[in-house]
């Protein structure tokens, strides 16, 4: 069993199963005795205001009295400056964390605390296909479960997965599928927006708050108010931000750069990265707290190349969704074909729409574009005519997506050329033959030969 954030996640056994942290609040004196509320979100607020996510009919009740916070370390009752204070298992308290069973006191109210876990069995789903996804897979078949079971619930989710696998994808149809469906959709991208910039474009400015700044301006998390935020390259994101993001999942509020006034926020978060956030923590780039607050329902993007049976039914997607308004797809040769399906696919789902779309503008040949280097070159018009420029995609990311396969080729060359001998490779590259290995490893490439130890 994994345990990560507040979500276990059982794969020994079928069907998996996901446990979501929550709680419940029974009113167990007043006029409402008897009245539970489930706890869904990270932030609930009690009051007798009708904006309230608990109301409670009571005069003795301030209109907003208090709030419960779900953190790191568990459920924290706050007061909100009541008239007639909060009460934890009769002593007032500002703040407390509560326990199983306490009881929570707000004027002649009282509510009972209780944490529990809801236990949702995931199967993957009947369905090949889901939003803009495309998969047979059992492993995209279980994402698709995933994402129909959490859609609905405003849980945060953490996406992992190597560049190009979909993970803005997975963001679009959990939000499509969700009660927010109606409501904005926001990107926000931290890897592309300039450090100095991110915290505006994250929480907004007010006129005058750095130069530049001719006019107020809202930020990502005040434009998803009410709906879905999408946090992309969230890794990318610098400690000294980390905080300010921190008090939004947690409680659901915000100040402009530059501003003083505090500023409620109702929204959902997704967020992605191409790192693994776990190893970010352990070398102390990425706060565990906020690792924490973000991993409640954690999905992993697998790479085209360990999806395999999904290539022919993606290729059929794009042919379809590429080819002009009303004429049929290009038929490809069994050899295309074989070609495309053999390839590593290194930049994964974006790289395979790519390749077939160049093909289709230049009337070329999709599988001679994916001739391995040092191979069928010529006929894909020369060897920088191989590397797909992308809008939108950093110089930083482009470099990295090319460097893993040239690397990829030319170890699989190189190992070729040796007969799998790793000692003669190493020899010939003039590599260290452990990091060799270790490069081997790396991206799956086979020897019959031992490692060392």
Not at 10 to 32: D, F, M, S
Not at 99 to 109: D, H, L
Request: net charge neutral; proline share 4%.
């Amino acid at each position: 069993m994994d345990v990560l954030g507040g979500t276990r996640i059982r794969r020994e056994a079928t069907p998996a199963t996901v446990n979501l942290r929550r709680c419940k609040l029974v009113v167990t004196k007043g006029a409402q005795r008897g009245t539970e509320f489930v706890v869904a979100s990270d932030v609930l607020r009690v009051g007798k205001a009708p904006d309230n996510d608990l109301v409670v009919s009571d005069e003795t009740v301030s209109r907003t009295h208090f709030e419960i916070v779900r953190d790191a370390k568990g459920y924290l009752v706050r007061d909100l400056h009541s008239t007639n204070g909060t009460f934890l298992d009769g002593a007032e308290i500002k703040e407390a964390y509560l326990r199983a069973g306490s009881v929570v006191g707000a004027g002649a109210v009282e509510l009972k605390f209780t944490p529990f876990e809801e236990r949702i069995e995931i199967l993957p789903s009947e369905r090949e296909t889901l939003g803009e996804m495309v998969g047979k897979s059992t492993a995209m078949r279980e994402i698709f479960g995933l994402i129909e079971r959490i859609a609905p619930t405003d849980a945060t989710v953490l996406i992992e997965g190597e560049t190009g696998t979909g993970k803005d994808m997975i963001a679009r149809t959990l939000h499509l599928l969700s009660r927010r469906k109606d409501a904005p959709f926001v990107v926000v991208d931290c890897g592309a927006v300039a450090g100095t910039l991110i915290e505006s474009e994250l929480f907004g400015h007010e006129k005058g708050a750095f130069t530049g700044a001719a006019s107020a301006r809202q930020g990502a998390f005040e434009l998803a108010s009410g709906g879905t935020v999408f946090l992309d390259e969230l890794g990318e994101l610098s400690l000294d931000l980390q905080p300010k993001l921190l008090r939004v999942l947690e409680q659901r509020e915000l100040r402009r750069v530059g501003g003083t006034k505090t500023l409620k926020v109702d929204l959902r978060v997704i967020a992605a990265t191409r790192k693994d956030l776990r190893s970010e923590v352990e070398k102390g780039k990425f706060r565990e707290d906020l690792y924490f607050r973000l991993n409640v329902v954690p999905i992993t993007a697998p790479a085209l190349r360990d999806r395999k049976d999904d290539v022919p039914a993606l290729i059929d997607h794009f042919l379809a969704k590429l080819s002009p308004a009303g004429a049929p797809p290009p038929v490809l040769t069994d050899a295309t074909r074989a070609a495309l399906y053999a390839h590593d696919w290194p930049g994964n789902v974006r790289e395979l729409r790519n390749v077939l779309e160049r093909a289709l503008a230049l009337g070329s040949d999709p599988g001679a574009l994916v001739a391995p280097l040092g191979g069928e070159l010529s006929r894909a018009g020369g060897a920088a005519e191989l590397i797909d420029f992308q809008p939108g995609m950093s110089f930083r990311d482009t470099k990295e997506r090319w460097t893993e396969a040239f690397e990829r080729r030319y170890l699989a060359w190189l190992l070729r050329r040796a007969d799998g001998n790793i000692s003669k490779a190493a020899r010939d590259a003039d590599m260290d033959r452990k990091y060799l290995h270790k490069l081997l490893r790396k991206y799956g490439i086979g020897s019959d030969e031992p490692a060392d130890d």
